[in-house]
């Protein structure tokens, strides 16, 4: 929720902490004068990038590569069988981990010490005087990608998945490659995922053109709400097949050796297709097979998951009794703001109350005493937020984590805002795998996003949220949008609908979701009386947003904020009442009548 950016600065406008990194090894690009600017970096890479196309360049004038066909000839290329065979690591510091993924259901780790660089490796078999293209997905501080004697590559993306590509051409009498991955020396863990080399493989002579035939009988043996798992007859192939690719739709989403496999990271209640094609040695690659669809199972968020929820904010604008309006109007939630950083990425009430102890737990007591709950709000406009200043995804997790102790809590809110966070796409990637962990340590918790958007729907940033949540796995419950100080004008209740029906399209587009699942993933939370831009929200156009939210049966409703929900005509943009003429409490009342 936007909050008090301009209706006079809350307490916590605090600065940032600058954040600080001390390594213990420097990487050998920089050993010298270690890392001093983005800039410094960007130059290396380009003169790395330089050097290897020159170096390429020169081998090719000394022998004609064969061209390679575009097929991947690595095994287990995304971790998909839960086991690293046939990879292998050094010092037994290489695991295969559910999070953070870049597609399907795994991915590598490797856990690098002071050293050891935790070096992961496959040897395949390839052809002679042949170009192939290396590539994978990969997030960490430092992580490198490369065959073995021969060309590499390497990254800094510590919040979020990146490709790395390179290629290289195999000697006049090579005939297998070892592929390897790494981090460096004590920068911490290190992901991949979805690794490929492509190109045809080995042990075929150069002169198998044979594919095999179509793997045959696939079915579905299970599903839940967020996985499918199927199975099929082998292929036969006159070299023997070395891998089976399984689709949805069109997209590749898994490579097995074997002859059945679980697809995860599904929407629940979505239909999918699926059939599967098998590859051999050379790269030949069969037909596909029967197609068979499944919906999966219905999740537990879904249509189960409704909220109406207004902020309360007991930092600002003459705090109400929460226990009193809950009486009065019938409310049973609020969402509380703000939880922000005290320090060290530790989470405290706008900086600076206690978890414990303090006013919020005393409410929060009284609250739920009365039959109610809460559901923290973390970041908003402004102050020193966790999403920002926390170092990383797992960093982040654990200061969520601290707060979903504090009070056993069943939801959060991540309200993301301005350019620290809403406009980073960095640190949107960090939030969204900080939930994606905190939902799967804590079952049933209900996770939301809360951003701006524009009278159409989500800006720029806000599909960037939406398709990162998707390629990251994070299973969202709610996208909540915020539909005020966004050119409203006059028609609040037509701008709110058409925003809102701009998120649905955006969510059907990326999750393959229809329309009920779309509704039953979506939020608004609006603004009580007048806005900063002079939108003005009456009592009788929130009576009308709250009855389109009911018949479309969208997920949450919430407005800012119970501190304004008091008459004060004339007032203008205040923080202890809404600037028209309204009864106490009456927008909450309003809100308490969302049932989804």
């Not at 050097?51 to 066909?69: I, N, S, Y």
């Not at 958007?453 to 796995?473: D, F, H, M, V």
């Not at 990326?510 to 939108?535: K, P, R, V």
Request: charged letters at 10%; a neutral charge.
């Amino acid at each position: 929720m936007i909050g008090p950016y301009q209706l006079g600065c809350a307490p916590h406008c605090t600065a940032a902490r600058p954040r600080t990194s001390v390594h213990s090894r420097t990487p050998p690009f920089l050993q010298g004068d270690r890392v001093r600017t983005s800039f410094l970096v960007r130059s290396r890479r380009r003169l790395l990038a330089l050097l290897g196309t020159v170096a390429l360049a020169v081998a090719g004038a000394v022998a004609l590569p064969g061209t390679a066909q575009a097929a991947n000839i690595l095994t287990n290329p995304g971790f998909e069988s839960g086991s690293l065979s046939p990879w292998s690591c050094t010092g037994n510091l290489g695991s295969v981990v559910s999070s953070p993924v870049h597609g399907g259901s795994k991915a590598l780790a490797g856990a690098p010490s002071s050293s050891d660089n935790a070096q992961c490796t496959q040897t395949v078999a390839v052809q002679p005087n042949t170009a192939y293209t290396l590539s994978g997905w990969v997030r960490g501080s430092y992580v490198y990608l490369g065959v073995d004697g021969g060309a590499s590559t390497w990254t800094t993306s510590p919040s979020a998945y990146s490709q790395l590509t390179v290629s290289f051409t195999t000697g006049a009498a090579q005939t297998s490659a070892k592929i390897y991955v790494h981090g460096w020396y004590a920068q911490g863990t290190y992901y991949a995922d979805d690794i490929s080399l492509d190109g045809p493989g080995g042990g075929g002579g150069g002169g198998d053109t044979q594919a095999p035939t179509a793997p045959t009988n696939l079915t579905s043996t299970g599903k839940t709400s967020s996985s499918v798992s199927l199975s099929w007859s082998a292929s036969t192939d006159n070299t023997g097949v070395t891998a089976y690719d399984v689709y949805s739709g069109s997209n590749q989403v898994l490579s097995v050796s074997g002859t059945s496999a679980t697809v995860g990271g599904l929407a629940a209640s979505t239909s999918y297709t699926f059939t599967v094609k098998a590859r051999d040695a050379a790269g030949n690659t069969s037909a596909a097979s029967n197609a068979v669809s499944v919906t999966t199972s219905a999740g537990s968020g879904g249509t189960g998951f409704k909220q109406a929820a207004p902020y309360l904010y007991l930092g600002w604008g003459d705090p109400p009794s929460a226990t009193s309006v809950m009486s009065s109007t019938g409310i049973k939630w609020f969402t509380m703001a703000f939880m922000l950083d005290s320090g060290g990425c530790n989470p405290a009430w706008d900086s600076s109350r206690p978890l414990a102890g303090g006013t919020d737990q005393t409410v929060i007591n009284q609250i739920r005493s009365a039959g109610g709950d809460v559901v923290p709000s973390f970041g908003g406009w402004q102050g020193s937020k966790l999403g920002a200043n926390c170092s990383s995804a797992s960093a982040l997790a654990g200061a969520l984590q601290k707060v979903i102790d504090a009070y056993s809590l069943k939801a959060i809110d991540m309200d993301i805002e301005n350019t620290d966070e809403f406009e980073n796409e960095a640190v949107q990637a960090k939030i969204l795998t900080a939930l994606k962990t905190v939902k799967a340590n804590n079952p049933g918790l209900k996770t939301i996003v809360t951003f701006g958007t524009s009278t159409t729907g989500p800006t720029y940033y806000g599909n960037r949220l939406i398709e990162q949540a998707n390629s990251l796995g994070a299973n969202i419950d709610v996208f909540t949008i915020m539909p005020f100080d966004f050119g409203g004008g006059s028609d609040m209740y037509g701008n709110t609908v058409n925003a809102t029906e701009g998120l649905k399209a955006k969510l059907k587009s990326t999750f393959g979701w229809d329309d009920a699942t779309a509704y039953a993933h979506i939020g608004i939370s609006g603004m009580n009386g007048l806005s900063d831009q002079q939108e003005n929200t009456t009592p009788a156009i929130w009576t009308s947003i709250r009855d389109w939210a009911n018949s479309h049966h969208i997920a949450r409703l919430a407005y800012w904020a119970v501190n304004r929900d008091r008459p004060c005509a004339g007032g203008g943009v205040v923080s202890n009442c809404s600037g028209i003429s309204q009864n106490n409490w009456q927008f909450t009342s309003i809100t308490a009548g969302f049932t989804g």
